[in-house]
């Protein structure tokens, strides 16, 4: 396939380029000059991309968008998280609605925050939003994606905390460990709907051609406690977990950004893609933990 790809450059956005380069076409948009023919100029922030761009493709992929934990949460940086997922899907869209012969799929990145802090409830692609900020992001996220035209096969990747051994959250779970210092944070049963970057990228690979539309999503299909994935990691490196970070004291630090990213609680599970056949290679805490320290080790 040729796919057209927003947000490259990201720890998603890598591992996904590195795959999609094995058996397609793949041309990556970026706001900088182009270095080959590989890459295509765009400004989002003023809606400037060339129609030629979503022609030549048969699915647009976007993962745009500033990192949740890129800073503290200022009135300026949440302004920053909305206008970064925004205004780049709008731009896609806008073009998509220009082109000729738009393309076949558009996968364009949500995330497990759609669904806000809601304890021990199951959360499927048919459960409604929740009351966060992250929830009105990907409310007003998604909105904008499905905008492309009626021709489109529009999926939302609704992704969840994504295990990745060089960002996200792993690292900052796994540093302490190292030390002997293994920290749980908050109450610990709060449930993380966690995904591992492998399974990740093969699941945005396997919506490019499986007919599902709408919200999927993108998580593990045993979804753990904060606890429970903490217990297994200590487990698979042979270090204990001794501290747990009080909920009051992340809240005190880093304020909303603590509650929203470390402490809500979504139980979140993969109907759609399990329906739609695709295979999990970490579907397990336990699974994750031997993929980690494989990835963590390897040399």
Not at 92 to 110: G, H, I, K, W, Y
Not at 121 to 149: F, K
Request: with cysteine.
């Amino acid at each position: 396939m040729r796919i057209l790809l927003a947000g490259a450059s990201g720890t998603i956005g890598t591992a996904l380029t590195r795959q999609l380069d094995k058996n397609h076409d793949v041309r990556r948009l970026v706001r900088r000059s182009p270095r080959n023919s590989a890459e295509i100029r765009w400004n989002p922030s003023i809606g400037e991309l060339d129609v030629a761009a979503v022609e030549w493709a048969d699915a647009v992929i976007n993962l745009s968008g500033a990192g949740i934990a890129g800073g503290l949460w200022t009135r300026s940086y949440k302004e920053a998280l909305y206008s970064s997922r925004i205004l780049p899907t709008r731009t896609l869209v806008q073009a998509m609605r220009q082109a000729q012969n738009p393309p076949a799929v558009f996968v364009s990145q949500s995330a497990s925050g759609y669904y806000g802090d809601r304890g021990d409830e199951v959360l499927t692609e048919a459960s409604a939003s929740g009351q966060t900020l992250l929830a009105d992001i990907c409310r007003r996220w998604e909105t904008e994606a499905l905008r492309a035209p009626d021709s489109v096969r529009v999926v939302l990747a609704r992704t969840g905390i994504v295990m990745a051994k060089g960002g996200g959250a792993l690292p900052n779970l796994l540093t302490p460990m190292r030390f002997f210092a293994g920290t749980s944070l908050g109450p610990g049963n709060q449930w993380w709907p966690w995904i591992s970057l492998d399974d990740e990228v093969r699941a945005l690979e396997f919506l490019l051609t499986t007919p599902l539309v709408g919200p999927v999503n993108l998580s593990a299909p045993a979804p753990a406690t904060l606890d429970a994935i903490m217990l297994q990691l200590s487990r698979a490196f042979h270090r204990p977990v001794w501290f747990r970070v009080p909920a009051f004291v992340l809240t005190a630090v880093i304020g909303q950004l603590g509650h929203e990213l470390l402490l809500v609680s979504a139980r979140m599970e993969p109907r759609a893609l399990i329906s739609a056949g695709f295979t999990f290679d970490q579907p397990t805490p336990e699974s994750l933990a031997r993929w980690v320290r494989r990835i963590v080790t390897r040399k």
